[in-house]
Every structure is written in C-alpha cells, then in structure tokens.
C-alpha cells in the first residue's frame, strides 16, 4: 500500500469511530490543529470531555488469526494531564471493520511499561486478532474489546 492510501484508510478508521460515538449519543469533534489528540468527545448536557487517539490498520483473515501493528508515540504515551486519552485500535480486517479495542492511557502505559519499551521515541503494539479474542503479545485484552465503559449510551 503507498503513504496516500494509509491516509486513506487513517481516515476511514477516525471516521468508523467517530461514528460509534455519535450512535452511543455523544458529540464529536476534530480538533483544528492536531497536536495529538484525533478526536474531543463531549458529553453535551455536563461538558465532560475525553481525549481520543486512533490507530488504525489493515490486515487480512489469516487461519491462526490476524497480526496488526499499531506504532504509538511514547512522549504522547507516557504525558499525562488531567483528561487522560483513551486509544482506540481499529482493523479493517479483508473488507470489513473488526472490533474497537478501547484502552485508556493510564492502562496503557501499564501494558506497555511490563514489556520493557518504554525509552523508544516510537512504541511498536502487535495486536493479534483471533475470532472474538485479541491479544497484546501474551497478554489477552480481549476485555478491552467495545469497552465504552467511560463512554456510557447518552438517550437523548
């Protein structure tokens, strides 16, 4: 694939999940200028916002399941503010969306620290994706699978 199609499918990816939360009820906004957060996430009755970043990628159906490579910024990883981020992985899996894997940065950082990475400018995940189970490494985040759990259905 050339960097213009990964620009293309980037997009794609920011916009299957912008989706996602406009359908749970909550608005959605990209930022002007982008400094590292992808998406704002605005609960419109209390103003609560959450800061995303998404990671998207492309893979084929493969027998033993399909290995995706997300690259992460560490210095973005491992700044914490008041308003954590929460990284969504999005895999167009052949011709269609695979699951959201939904992990705050408070959890990441964690994921990632165990492994030993964290002194590299850049930070290489390989997730694996097996059926209805996905792993980071060796370790199963399979509960990290459409966890919108800080992001609860909004009726309108």
């Given amino acids: 694939m050339s960097a213009r199609f990964n620009t293309y499918i980037g997009k794609a990816g920011h916009l299957a999940v ?8 909550w608005n959605v906004a990209i ?7 992808d998406i704002f996430v605005v609960k419109d009755d209390t103003g609560t916002l959450r800061r995303v970043q998404v990671k998207t990628a492309r893979t084929s159906l493969k027998g033993a399941g399909s290995p995706v490579t997300f690259s992460l910024k560490a210095r973005q990883l491992f700044t914490n503010s008041p308003i954590l ?10 011709d269609q969306w ?40 060796q370790t199963d985040i399979t509960n990290s699978i459409r966890d919108f759990a800080d992001f609860p259905i909004i009726a309108h």
Avoid: C, W
Wanted: no cysteine; hydrophobic share 50%; charged share 25%.
């Fill in 18 to 25: 912008m989706a996602e939360f406009l359908m749970r009820g």
């Fill in 98 to 137: 695979g699951p959201l894997v939904i992990i705050r940065q408070d959890m990441l950082q964690r994921l990632v620290a165990e492994k030993g990475r964290t002194r590299s400018a850049n930070i290489t995940l390989r997730l694996l994706f097996m059926g209805r189970k996905v792993m980071l490494g």
């Fill in 31 to 37: 930022p002007e200028v982008d400094v590292g957060d």
């Fill in 85 to 94: 981020v929460h990284y969504v992985f999005v895999v167009r899996i052949d």
